[in-house]
Every structure is written in C-alpha cells, then in structure tokens.
C-alpha cells in the first residue's frame, strides 16, 4: 500500500471534478463551527429550568435538527460520489 502526499493540486482536482463537492464541504463546515460553538454559549435549558418543578422535560429540537442536518448532508455527499 502506498501512500501519497496530499497537496493543494490533489484536492483542488477533487472539487474541480463534481462541482457540488465545494459546497457540500463548506457545509459541513459551517455545521461543525455551529456545534462547536454552542459549546460556549450558556445553556438556555438550564436557565430556563432553575425555579422549574421536577421532573424537568429536556427540549430536544435542537438536537434533532442537527442530527437530521447531518442525516441529510451524508446522504447527498453519499449520493455524489457514488
């Protein structure tokens, strides 16, 4: 097995193929800098659940938007290079 380098020419060539690659790859980027980031932002269910009664039900929405997010770009980058 050999292994080459990897340069800007190689991966220029891979977007320059199918078009759509480009712009997938930018948003799997953005998602991940939007995960990355709501790590550093308070948390509004906690806030919201300080002078709550138990039980606390736990607001999902934002969890399943971005697994279906990701559902969907996994798909589209399967049905591209395939």
Do not use: C
Not at 13 to 25: D, E, G, L
Not at 39 to 58: K, Q
Not at 61 to 69: H, K, M, S, T
Request: proline share 7%; hydrophobic share 55%; no cysteine.
């Amino acid at each position: 097995m050999s292994t080459k380098k990897i340069s800007m020419r190689t991966v220029a060539s891979y977007f320059r193929n199918k078009p759509p690659r480009f712009f997938f790859a930018i948003l799997w980027v953005v998602f991940v800098y939007q995960i990355i980031m709501s790590g550093f932002e308070p948390n509004p269910y906690a806030l919201e659940m300080i002078d709550a009664p138990e039980p606390h039900s736990y607001d999902i929405e934002l969890v399943v938007i971005l697994v279906v997010a990701m559902l969907f770009h996994l798909s589209f980058l399967v049905t591209i290079d395939v």
